[in-house]
């Protein structure tokens, strides 16, 4: 019997969470699977604990040593040597509820998917849940898409047909991948599980300002290209299109605000409200190209469409029609200016 499914783990300087994580894997109900850990270049213990782990499970673990590129380009080897039916992603330091892999591989295989996609608890490295998203579908349907890698699950013949991968060197790697994983096909289905817990450091890639080189803008909008002009007919253009949009109005108006763009180290506020602009005048241009009729879109309706939050369609509405009316940079600048 060939292996159902390959969970790929990228590495990189682990050691303290790494064990936690591949026992997760192990400990599962689901035992036809073989781990894919690619070494991304670790000059921790990382390389040797991995070693150990192989030795005492040479039938399910596979080690794939490389120089460092990255977590994207990780992630692309990963895919490469994959021999599993159906393909799943672990960060190395997160971990999975002991039948995570049987119910999403059961899932993908009798509803004939190519993508299952379940929720995840944010922990502290502690344990404690902080947060949990979670998803309320109606036989498996769902409106809302959330383009992180966590809690998804792949066919693997889909993703190499649609040569789906990660951009590398880039942070945001999951939004075009899942971009384009959950638009080129509408064989999707949705789960009421959560069984994947991602871990969240202070400091990580996720906490940190964005450099903006770093950012994926160009993938970004070739994935948009491409899902518009290769899907299978069967695509729901106004959830795209909304989808696209609520990831654009989150990332400008909520993501990087976080990331303290507009901090007050000296000599910095100038430069960061610098990149700001840059991105909604990406946003913009990206908008107006590819959805000029946005402002229309249906799931941006108020008192339509509850899945999906009313500040989530009213941001999409208004942010479109500022797109639309060139007026995004003005309103990013005094939105900044305002909550900054």
Not at 71 to 85: I, T
Not at 120 to 148: A, F, H, W
Not at 305 to 325: D, H, N, P, S
Request: proline letters at 2%; a positive charge; glycine letters at 6%.
């Amino acid at each position: 019997m060939g292996i159902k499914v390959s969970v790929i783990i990228a590495v990189y300087n682990c050691e303290m969470y790494i064990e936690t994580c591949l026992q997760s894997v192990l400990q599962q109900t689901f035992q036809n699977y073989e781990m894919v850990l690619v070494n991304d270049g670790s000059t921790d213990c990382s390389p040797e604990i991995l070693a150990i782990y192989q030795k005492k499970h040479p039938d399910k673990i596979k080690i794939i040593n490389k120089k460092n590129g990255g977590l994207s380009s990780a992630r692309n080897v990963g895919l490469g040597v994959a021999e599993g039916v159906f393909v799943t992603f672990l960060d190395s330091d997160d971990y999975l509820e002991e039948h995570y892999l049987e119910i999403l591989v059961n899932t993908i295989e009798s509803k004939n998917c190519d993508v299952v996609c379940s929720g995840q608890y944010k922990v502290k490295e502690s344990g404690e849940i902080v947060d949990t998203i979670t998803y309320k579908p109606e036989n498996g349907k769902c409106l809302m898409r959330r383009l992180n890698i966590s809690g998804k699950i792949y066919r693997t013949q889909y993703i190499q047909k649609c040569n789906i991968s990660f951009p590398i060197g880039k942070v945001y790697e999951d939004n075009s991948f899942n971009l384009q994983a959950f638009f080129l096909s509408d064989k999707n289905f949705f789960l009421d599980y959560v069984g994947y817990y991602q871990v969240v450091h202070e400091g990580s890639i996720t906490s940190r300002p964005i450099v903006m080189d770093a950012l994926p803008l160009g993938d970004w909008r070739n994935c948009i290209q491409k899902v518009l002009e290769n899907h299978d007919g069967s695509i729901d253009r106004d959830l795209f299109e909304f989808t696209v949009l609520s990831f654009f109005t989150y990332f400008l108006l909520v993501r990087n605000r976080k990331r303290e763009y507009l901090g007050n180290i000296a000599g910095n506020k100038i430069v960061k409200m610098k990149n700001v602009l840059q991105i909604a005048d990406f946003f913009q241009d990206t908008v107006n190209c590819f959805f000029p009729n946005a402002r229309k879109n249906k799931y941006a309706v108020i008192g339509k469409y509850k899945e999906f939050g009313i500040a989530q369609r009213m941001g999409v509405k208004v942010f479109a029609w500022l797109c639309y009316y060139k007026k995004a940079r003005n309103f990013t600048k005094i939105f900044y200016k305002m909550l900054g």
